[in-house]
């Protein structure tokens, strides 16, 4: 599926959180790519055993890039790899680390705790710079930085995405999220300038 065709919000399930919870499109679009490919490493070992597998590893807070696999560096024993279009290869990092001893750290489930969202659209820097509190301008906001910070009111992991900005939280505040972004996205189209 590609982006942007999601029907509907992560977790989904009849008369859930979600179950009502629409994709905004329009001054800004909302796309859920939850359930895309991921990987989370955590605790000590973790970059050393990337490291050592010739997956080049970023600063703290930056973002790296490896065989078409975005490399988000939260923390020094703290990586997620990304593979919106690169599911092979992350497939082949996850089987390789399932079969080696320890140290290695430890897999930290971001693919199943985390939801992971794109902003984007025609009003993309008015409804981003009402939801989060960073100045995100480009500039102020490097195409290879990260932020932890809140975005609509919740704990977040925000970056640059080509299309706009992605963010990964919590995924049991999905619904809410999604909520928070189409009621900033309604507002920033009755005032716009």
């Known amino acids: 599926m590609a982006a942007g065709t999601a029907t509907h919000v992560y977790p989904f399930m009849p008369g859930g959180a979600a179950d009502d919870a629409k994709l905004v ?8 790519l939850t359930d895309r490919p991921r990987f989370g490493l955590k605790g000590g070992g973790s970059a050393a055993w990337l490291a050592a597998r010739g ?8 973002i790296g890039d490896h ?23 992350l497939a082949q990092v996850k089987t390789a680390w399932q079969t ?19 902003l984007s659209g025609p009003r993309l820097a008015e409804v ?20 932890q910070t809140r975005v609509g009111h919740i704990e977040a992991v925000t970056f640059r995405s080509p299309a706009g900005f992605d963010i990964l939280f919590d995924i049991t505040a999905s619904a809410y999220f999604a909520r928070a972004v ?6 920033t189209d009755q005032y716009k300038g």
């Open 67 to 89: 065989r078409g696999m975005r490399i988000l560096r939260l923390g020094n024993e703290d990586i997620l790899l990304l593979a919106e279009s690169a599911a092979e290869t």
């Open 182 to 187: 189409a009621a900033v996205a309604v507002h």
């Open 25 to 32: 499109s329009g001054a800004a679009v909302l796309s859920d």
């Open 55 to 62: 997956i080049p590893l970023p600063a703290v807070n930056r």
């Open 128 to 147: 981003m710079g009402a939801l989060c509190a960073l100045d995100l301008r480009p500039g102020k906001f490097g195409d290879d930085d990260i932020a």
């Open 100 to 118: 080696t001893a320890a140290p290695k750290g430890y897999s930290s489930w971001r693919e199943e705790g985390w939801a992971w969202m794109r």
